[in-house]
């Protein structure tokens, strides 16, 4: 196993605009198209810290908050809140900002898990994570009751 990293090691931030094309009939960002740009920077994250390709296991939690609007300005930020030996839980906040009146608001955020992939397309171990701002401490502190959670899930769907 490698060396302990910090959380603010495998921060990521991607900003896009919101186009036409990428809206419904309200001219408000359609909701696939803010899971895709979630997934590529959960991805990116999660292979910054494990220096490895990835797979998502899963979207664990979405929550979309507010719409952005054509025009509006997407800052996506991503971070790595917990490992295990070899999966990796990031969590991903959007904000949108209408260029026009300066005005910024939270639009989804979203924790997803990652697996870091070795040789022959087989999960490889990922080095651990510390915090360090008071904001990762409470991502990091939270990350066991979210990691059983997710095994509840999973044992129910065995049902």
Same mark, same amino acid.
Request: aromatic residues 6%.
């Given at each position: ?101 300066? *005005? ?6 979203? +924790?997803? @898990?990652?697996? =870091?992939?070795? /040789? &022959?397309? #087989? ?8 915090? *360090? ?6 991502? +990091?502190? @939270?990350?066991? =009751?979210?990691? /059983? &959670?997710? #095994? ?8």
């Amino acid at each position: 196993m490698t060396e302990s990293k910090s959380m603010s090691q495998s921060r990521t931030i991607q900003t896009k605009l919101v186009l036409p094309p990428d809206t419904n009939h309200l001219q408000t960002i359609f909701g696939g198209k803010v899971l895709a740009y979630i997934d590529e920077i959960a991805a990116i994250t999660a292979m910054k810290h494990a220096k490895s390709t990835v797979v998502t296991a899963s979207i664990d939690s979405v929550d979309f908050v507010s719409s952005a609007r054509v025009g509006d300005m997407l800052e996506l930020e991503a971070v790595v809140t917990s490992t295990g030996r070899t999966s990796m839980e990031v969590f991903v906040s959007v904000h949108s900002t209408n260029l026009l009146t300066g *005005e910024k608001k939270l639009t989804t955020e979203s +924790f997803l @898990t990652m697996v =870091a992939m070795g /040789e &022959h397309h #087989k999960p490889t171990a990922v080095p651990s994570i510390y915090p *360090e701002t008071d904001a990762e401490k409470s991502l +990091f502190e @939270t990350a066991p =009751a979210r990691r /059983e &959670h997710r #095994k509840l899930r999973n044992e129910m769907k065995h049902y």
